[in-house]
């Protein structure tokens, strides 16, 4: 069994044709744990493939707890049952789809309509499963850039080990790292013919996913557990 680093709690789209595009375009694959042979696209965007070089080790993926370090005295097996437990105890969220949308220079797909629940729902998941988490080191907190934080993001990258929950959440799945603004229109341009028609709607996060971290950096698919429970049932 490969050890892994770190681990993950995401969103991400099932093995399928979406998956495989995104695969393709960020050049690694988080189900197959292969590298992806690059997309069949009728020009190439302006930097490709380097643009993706940032988002491209994490796969294609929507965060709901941040990448952590195990606590000590906690282990695999105890978060695997865990949320096995915890998704029986969650209903899934319906959202209208997903759109582009660029979110502080980096091209993503975000949710269209409301995201109330949703949003609800990630907290939830931040909150508990945060006893598997172990402190951030100083090291870890610096490559956060914490000067160019909000007091109140850095106040939550120290407590959840993430700024960007609460109130700060944004769900999305980064397309590319960060880009002049002209640059990312002129993805979204070259990526929406090709992703627009695979896109889901109405979307159904009806699963949480747990990553893994691998030694060479790469995070992947360790397990999917479906959300199971009925509508407005959703329990903490």
Known sequence: ?????????????????????????????????????????????????????????????????????????????????????????????????????????????????DVAELNRFAMTVVEYFDDFRAPLTEAEIARRKPETLSPQQRRKLVDWGYPYVGDDFRFHLTLTGRLPETAARAVIEELEPYIAPLLPEPLIIDHIYLFGQRPDGKFEVLKGYPLTAPANSISS
């Not at 969103?11 to 050049?27: E, H, Q, R, V």
């Not at 940032?54 to 294609?60: A, D, I, K, N, V």
């Not at 606590?71 to 969220?93: D, K, S, T």
């Open 1 to 113: 069994m490969t050890e892994h680093t770190r681990y993950a709690l995401y969103w991400t789209s099932p093995p399928g044709p979406l998956t495989d595009f995104a695969a393709a375009w960020l050049g690694w694959n988080p189900w197959t744990s292969l590298e992806a042979l690059p997309p069949a696209l009728a020009g190439r965007p302006l930097g490709w493939p380097q643009i993706t070089e940032e988002p491209r080790r994490y796969g294609f993926h929507a965060t709901l707890k941040a990448p952590f370090r195990m606590a000590e005295g906690r282990n695999r097996a105890e978060l695997e049952a865990e949320l096995q437990r915890f998704a029986q105890g969650q209903a899934a969220v319906r959202l209208e789809g997903l759109d582009f949308s660029q979110l502080s220079g980096f091209v993503a797909l975000r949710p269209k309509g």
